[in-house]
């Protein structure tokens, strides 16, 4: 018999007998991993000691957090924030069930973006370590964890991003967003406040006749500019009429009384007439003297004298300042009493702005002090200066109110026109500010965008005082580092688009 022949198909018939029972072997073990619990470990992942890292696997705890394995342990890290400030708790596991959390010796590291590497420790809790640290936003780190357990160490690491996009700066240009150094800067302490712009009282006449009369002519109208003595009416008056007549008598009688005070003076002097005689004439020329300057004085008091053009009774009403006629109460034809407010002259080159201040502000506002007037319905701003804060409150407003001195020379700041008023109080000088333009609402935040290398990442900031154009940081971004002004809105837009997530 041919020994080679037979042995051939038995050697094909083992070697598929060989496979097949390969192929039972996997299945089986396949089912029994899909079944195993899902705390435990494969029965061939190793087994980390000492500094080694075994292979970690990333799942969801029982507590929901981020299950790291390493053989048969496990840590479950979370991040709690319900009612706390963020704070990292950790639970344990050894084969899928808890060990005490005294059992257990932690440290873990943060590192973040522009800043040094944080170190935080833990202490038991029942069930579970604690952090003893803040975990401050944005939460985009990499974790380190050095957990040690019955002699054994277990290091693990992972990285979740939050708030962060990538641009080089070719993006940067293509997007005109410009970068800027947080640092040192000088900020004035202001205070916003909303206004009105008024009349000048100091510089508002309410314009009346002083005398009783007729109107026969109305020269101006509301609105019209005029100068310092200039008519505005003109009016026919029979009581002045009367007071003229008076005055030109009384200039006669002046004459009459000086031309006999000559006469009598010279007579004396010639011996020719006693002295009794020239000091009666003197007497009598200082007295027609006084009643005509005092009718003159009258007149004057009108503001007219007795030399006016045409009848006695012609009175012409001039304008006491120069200005803008700003209210016309007078129409030719009616009859008017001395005491009607007929027209009012505003000179308009200087005007008040009044703003109300709240109590728990007047002590930012004191007569002096330099105000910014800004108005909404236009581009436009000004430079006043506070004169006067009422020393009362209303009784409606509960606030004291503000006026503003604010010069008016083009006429732009017209009476009744609502405006901002901001009133600086002082300049502190602050150790990090950036510029305002550059903030940004993220959620319930306000940030800025730092830069680190081709990275933006949201830095939430704690913010103090503001100028308008810097602001104050009081936490958050520290001096040197760099972060995004213009146009920082569309690195928000590329967050939104990316769908960077609060992940914890």
């Known amino acids: 018999m041919n020994t080679t ?8 018939i083992a070697i598929v007998l060989g496979l097949g029972a390969l192929l039972a072997w996997a299945i089986v073990h396949s089912t029994r991993a899909s079944s195993a619990d899902p705390h435990e470990e494969p029965a061939h992942a190793s087994h980390a000691h000492g500094d080694q890292a075994g292979e970690q696997a990333t799942a969801t705890g029982p507590e929901g957090g981020r299950l790291l394995r390493d053989g048969d342990y496990a840590l479950e890290v979370t991040l709690f924030e319900s009612g706390v400030a963020p704070e990292f708790r950790l639970y344990s596991y050894r084969q899928g069930k808890p060990l005490p959390p005294t059992q257990i010796e932690v440290h873990l590291t943060l590192e973040r973006l522009g800043r040094a590497p944080q170190t935080i420790a833990f202490t038991p809790v029942a069930g579970y370590l604690r952090g003893q640290a803040e975990v401050v936003e944005p939460h985009s780190f990499k974790v380190t964890i050095d957990a040690t357990e019955g002699g054994r160490t277990h290091r693990f690491s992972y990285e979740q991003e939050e708030a962060r996009v990538h641009m080089d700066d070719t993006q940067l240009a293509e997007a005109g967003i410009t970068l800027a150094v947080a640092g040192p800067a000088r900020i004035s302490s202001s205070l916003e406040l909303l206004g009105e712009v008024r009349y000048n009282a100091d510089r508002t006449v309410q314009v009346v006749p002083r005398v009783d009369g007729l109107v026969e002519q109305v020269l101006v109208s509301a609105g019209q500019a005029v100068k310092k003595g200039q008519v505005l009416a003109v009016l026919s008056s029979p009581v002045l009429a009367d007071q003229r007549a008076e005055a030109l008598a009384a200039h006669q009688r002046v004459a009459l009384a000086r031309a006999t005070h000559e006469r009598e003076k010279k007579l004396w002097e010639e011996r020719i007439t006693a002295k009794q005689d020239y000091l009666r004439a003197q007497a ?6 006084i009643m005509a300057q005092s009718l003159q004085q009258k007149l004057a008091h009108l503001g007219t004298t007795d030399k006016g053009p045409g009848a006695l009774t012609r009175f012409d009403l001039r304008a006491p300042i120069g200005g803008v006629v700003t209210d016309k109460r ?3 034809g009616e009859t008017i009493s001395g005491s009607t407010q007929v027209f009012t002259v505003s000179d308009l080159s200087s005007v008040w ?3 109300p201040v709240a109590a ?5 506002v004191q007569p002096g002090q330099t105000a910014m007037v800004s108005a909404g319905a236009f581009d436009a701003q000004a430079k006043g200066e506070v004169v006067f804060v009422s020393a009362l409150l209303g009784e409606q407003t509960r606030a004291a109110t503000a006026r503003i001195l604010l010069p008016n020379p083009d006429g ?4 009744g026109l609502p405006v ?3 009133v600086t109080s002082g300049s502190v000088d602050v150790p ?3 510029r305002v333009e550059a903030l940004q609402n993220l959620r319930d935040w306000q940030v800025v965008f730092g830069r680190y290398g081709e990275l933006l990442e949201a830095r939430p900031l704690q913010l103090g005082r503001s100028d308008g154009h810097m602001v104050e940081v009081r936490q958050g971004l520290a001096a040197g580092e760099r972060y995004a002004t213009n146009n920082s809105f569309v690195i928000k837009a590329e967050l939104g688009k990316s769908g960077a997530s609060h992940e914890h």
């Open 412 to 415: 732009r700041w017209r009476p």
């Open 284 to 289: 009598a020329l200082q007295e027609a003297e």
């Open 330 to 332: 007078i129409s030719a």
């Open 353 to 355: 702005v009044e703003a």
């Open 5 to 12: 022949a037979i042995s051939k198909p038995v050697l094909g």
């Open 432 to 434: 990090v500010a950036v």
């Open 420 to 422: 901002k008023v901001r």
């Open 360 to 364: 728990k502000d007047l002590q930012h």
